[in-house]
T-cell receptor
Framework: DAGVIQSPRHEVTEMGQEVTLRCKPI?????LFWYRQTMMRGLELLIY????????DSGMPEDRFSAKMPNASFSTLKIQPSEPRDSAVYFC???????????FGSGTRLTVV | GESVGLHLPTLSVQEGDNSIINCAYS??????FIWYKQESGKGPQFIID?????DKRQGQRVTVLLNKTVKHLSLQIAATQPGDSAVYFC???????????FGGGTRVLVKP
């Protein structure tokens, strides 16, 4: 089992550009979560999916952020346009129904300059 | 995936000593709690969990204690090793079942 796979590991982009972060959950997991980690706010839940359907997006900071899960093995988090305050580490995690312990990916460190 | 730079409470421990990390949770409706370990450059890693119908659970070198009366959770690490140096987070599921809310974290530094 390769675990939760995120790409890219690091992304540096200029303000105003579109950024797309990618995640492949563990096969068989029916929940997928996107978290953001910053110095000021710690780990924050942005959005989560169950069986590819968005369940709760109340943590998405604003309309510049969007997330999709077109199938059970792939999800994207898109920021358009990006701003310096979006700089953070973004984590994807997945788990199975009935087990609350998430498995996290290694994260994507985003720097917007 | 680094958490370096977070302004976290820090616990310095001598190698071989026991460590105790504390966490105050916020939601009395939470019925499931987890401790995660995050090493530099990596994502959080599951350590141990406990349900609200228990007050203690033991794993390999780790013990989690739950006091629901004061909404307090602790993680005890026995015979702390250099590999235990990391940031530790508690998490609770709140009233939303599968949705975890994380605490601010505690950095543990193990001194040789």
């Amino acid at each position: 089992d390769a675990g939760v796979i995120q790409s890219p590991r690091h992304e540096v982009t200029e303000m105003g550009q579109e950024v797309t972060l990618r995640c492949k959950p563990i096969s068989g997991h029916d929940y997928l979560f996107w978290y953001r980690q910053t110095m000021m706010r710690g780990l924050e839940l942005l959005i989560y999916f169950n069986n590819n359907v968005p369940i709760d997006d109340s943590g998405m900071p604003e309309d510049r952020f969007s997330a999709k899960m077109p199938n059970a093995s792939f999800s994207t988090l898109k920021i358009q346009p990006s701003e310096p305050r979006d700089s953070a580490v973004y984590f994807c995690a997945s788990n199975q129904q009935g087990f609350y312990g998430y498995t996290f990916g290694s994260g994507t460190r985003l720097t917007v300059v | 995936g680094e958490s370096v730079g977070l302004h976290l409470p820090t616990l310095s421990v001598q190698e071989g000593d026991n460590s105790i990390i504390n966490c105050a949770y916020s939601n009395s409706a939470s019925d499931y709690f987890i401790w995660y370990k995050q090493e530099s450059g990596k994502g959080p890693q599951f350590i141990i969990d406990i349900r609200s119908n228990m007050d203690k659970r033991q794993g390999q070198r780790v013990t989690v204690l739950l006091n629901k009366t004061v909404k307090h959770l602790s993680l005890q690490i026995a015979a702390t090793q250099p590999g235990d140096s990391a940031v530790y987070f508690c998490a609770e599921n709140g009233a939303a079942g599968n949705k975890l809310t994380f605490g601010g974290g505690t950095r543990v530094l193990v001194k040789p």
